[in-house]
């Protein structure tokens, strides 16, 4: 089984649909990450997480909101699904601050029509 | 901006070497990182430099040129598994990592 688990895999939906991309993790880090990934571009930061209590915006925060509900779970909301948010999401962890060293999950792809 | 360069796609033969550049232009410099990225999987982790020179790890080795934004992943003996997406991020000096659009590496027999 994956450390990093995302659900759902894949989703097609509709613009203004209100929408959750989950993930939870069995390797113990404190740290967790909401990317997103689309062709021809790097990895944006969407959410970051350091523990349970602390949430921080990323560089493509707008239009997304997050939830840390234990350490182990991290999810990502898009409250108003819109076309330009189809793509390839990545959930991450990291084992300590200020590394780039990231465990991703393996990927939602989500389509909005 | 901060911006990161790598060339979108590359290849090469099966048993030969490949190098697949990184240039940067970032904020600070806490480290770059290389990562591996199979068609439709999750990126992997390969390596880390923080100081001049080359890390070598088996077949594959990274080198880092911090004077001239510079870094490059070095596959040696390709594989038909290596056929991949190669992703080349550098860690600003607020500690967030700037990733660039990876380079797709075909690898032919």
């Known amino acids: 089984d994956a450390d990093v688990t995302q659900t759902p895999r894949n989703r097609i939906t509709k613009t203004g649909k209100r929408i959750m991309l989950e993930c939870s993790q069995t390797k113990g880090h404190d740290r967790m990450y909401w990317y997103r990934q689309d062709p021809g571009l790097g990895l944006r930061l969407i959410y970051y997480s350091f523990d349970v209590k602390d949430i921080n915006k990323g560089e493509i925060s707008d239009g997304y909101s997050v939830s840390r509900q234990a350490q182990a779970k991290f999810s990502l909301s898009l409250e108003s699904a819109i076309p330009n948010q189809t793509a390839l999401y990545f959930c991450?962890?990291?084992?300590?601050?200020?590394?780039?060293?990231?465990?991703f999950g393996e990927g939602s792809r989500l389509t909005v029509l | 901006g901060q911006n990161i360069d790598q060339p979108t796609e590359m290849t090469a033969t099966e048993g030969a070497i490949v190098q697949i550049n990184c240039t940067y232009q970032t904020s600070g410099f806490n480290g770059l990182f290389w990562y591996q990225q199979h068609a439709g999987e999750a990126p992997t982790f390969l390596s880390y430099?923080?100081l001049d020179g080359l890390e070598e790890k088996g077949r594959f080795s990274s080198f880092l040129s911090r004077s001239k934004g510079y870094s490059y992943l070095l596959l040696k003996e390709l594989q038909m598994k290596d056929s991949a997406s190669y992703l080349c991020a550098v860690m600003d000096s607020n500690y967030q990592l700037i990733w660039g659009a990876g380079t797709k590496l075909i690898i032919k027999p």
């Open positions: 430099n923080v």
């Open positions: 991450a962890t990291s084992v300590r601050q200020n590394t780039g060293e990231l465990f």
